[in-house]
């Protein structure tokens, strides 16, 4: 299994990030390899929906809900795309002066064999790609 954390401050309101962040529609304008998003209803505690993403050629359908969502304060969502499943757990905090700081907890695990041999190969590429969607978060929503 991968577990690691993720801190970020974005300059903006911590209702208007969460407004954002919590729409399943935005994933694509700041997640690398995103082609679409297909969701089903509402956002909220229970809500569905799959992401579709392209890498290395290949094209992977994660299936996502979410099973805690307390508006403007924290975000729970599980995953599951083949044999890997995730698990994010992202909280909102205000950070003064307009600021908001995001935490997010990421679990994921690869699944079968590849995953327990692939877990040391791919952690430090998936953290890393992490990071570096992070900052197009943080840029897109500060310039909003």
Same mark, same amino acid.
Request: hydrophobic fraction near 40%.
């Given at each position: ?5 993720? &801190? ?13 962040? &919590? ?8 997640? &690398? ?10 956002? !909220? ?41 995730? &698990? ?8 003064? !002066? ?47």
């Amino acid at each position: 299994m991968i577990i690691f954390d993720l &801190s970020l401050e974005i300059a903006a309101p911590r209702a208007d990030v969460f407004a954002w962040w &919590s729409d399943p529609h935005n994933i694509p304008k700041w997640q &690398s390899g995103v082609v679409r998003v297909d969701f089903e209803g509402e956002a !909220g505690k229970g809500a569905r929906y799959t992401v579709v993403r392209k890498a290395l050629g290949m094209t992977q359908e994660m299936r996502t809900t979410i099973i805690d969502f307390v508006d403007g304060e924290r975000l729970v969502e599980k995953a599951r795309g083949g044999p890997a499943t995730n &698990s994010i757990t992202t909280t909102f905090t205000d950070a003064g !002066g307009g600021r908001t700081r995001m935490d997010s907890h990421v679990e994921i695990d690869l699944g079968g064999v590849l995953g327990r041999l692939g877990d040391k190969l791919a952690a430090g590429k998936l953290k890393s790609q992490a990071k570096s969607d992070q900052q197009r978060l943080k840029k897109v929503l500060e310039s909003l």
